[in-house]
C-alpha cells in the first residue's frame, strides 16, 4: 500500500510538471530579409530564467509548435495529426523511447535549429520544414514585393500540455 501510494505521488508530480514554466523562449532566423526559393534555417532557443533547469522534448517534437502568418493575421503551417501520443508517464518510468530529456543553463541553453524552403505558386507562398513535417502556404494576395512574416509558436510540457509562448520573430519576404 505504501509503496502503491509512492509511485502514485512520484507519477502526479511528474505528470503536472510544466517542463517550460520558468525559462525565456525565442526564436532565431539565419536572416532577416527572404527571397521566394531561399532555404531559411530557424532556432527555437530556450533558456532558464535562473539557474538549471530539466526540460524533455518530444522525439518527433510533436510538443514544439510553429506558425507563420502576415500581419493581417492569416495563419500558415498546419502540423499533421500525432503519429504517437503520450498521455501519461510510463508506468516503468521509462520514457527515453519516445523523450529527449535535456538540463538547460543562462550559459548552455537548449538550441534547435531546424532548416526548411521557401518556394511559391501563382497564388500561395509556401513554407516546408520537413524536420516538423510542415508544409503550409500564406496568400499571396495582400502581400506587396516586401512584406512581413510573423513567427509564432509555442512549447508544451510532454505529460501536462501546459504551453508557453515561444516570443515571436518578424521576418521580410520579398516577392517578384
Known amino acids: 500500500m505504501t509503496y502503491s501510494l509512492l509511485l502514485f505521488f512520484a507519477f502526479s ?24 526559393n531561399d532555404n531559411f534555417e530557424l532556432t527555437v532557443v530556450v533558456t532558464p530564467k535562473s539557474g538549471e533547469k530539466n ?4 522525439k518527433n517534437l510533436n510538443n514544439i509548435k510553429i506558425t507563420f502568418s502576415t500581419r493581417q493575421g492569416e495563419l500558415g503551417f498546419s502540423q499533421e495529426l500525432k503519429k504517437h501520443f503520450i498521455e501519461e508517464p510510463s508506468i516503468t518510468g521509462d520514457d527515453s523511447k519516445y523523450i529527449d ?3 538547460i543553463s543562462k550559459s548552455q541553453p537548449l538550441k534547435k535549429t ?5 518556394t511559391e505558386t501563382a497564388e500561395k507562398i509556401i513554407f516546408k520544414i520537413p524536420e516538423l513535417k510542415l508544409t503550409d502556404s500564406i496568400t499571396k494576395s495582400g502581400l506587396h514585393k516586401k512584406d ?8 508544451s510540457s510532454v505529460y501536462s500540455g501546459i504551453e508557453e509562448n515561444i516570443t515571436p520573430k518578424e521576418i521580410e519576404i520579398i516577392t517578384e
Open 55 to 58: 526540460i524533455r522534448i518530444l
Open 13 to 36: 508530480c511528474n505528470y503536472n510538471e510544466n517542463d517550460f514554466s520558468d525559462t525565456e523562449r525565442h526564436f532565431e532566423t539565419d536572416k532577416e530579409i527572404y527571397r521566394v
Open 114 to 118: 531546424f532548416k526548411g524552403t521557401i
Open 101 to 103: 530529456k535535456y538540463t
Open 148 to 155: 512581413t512574416i510573423i513567427i509564432t509558436g509555442n512549447c
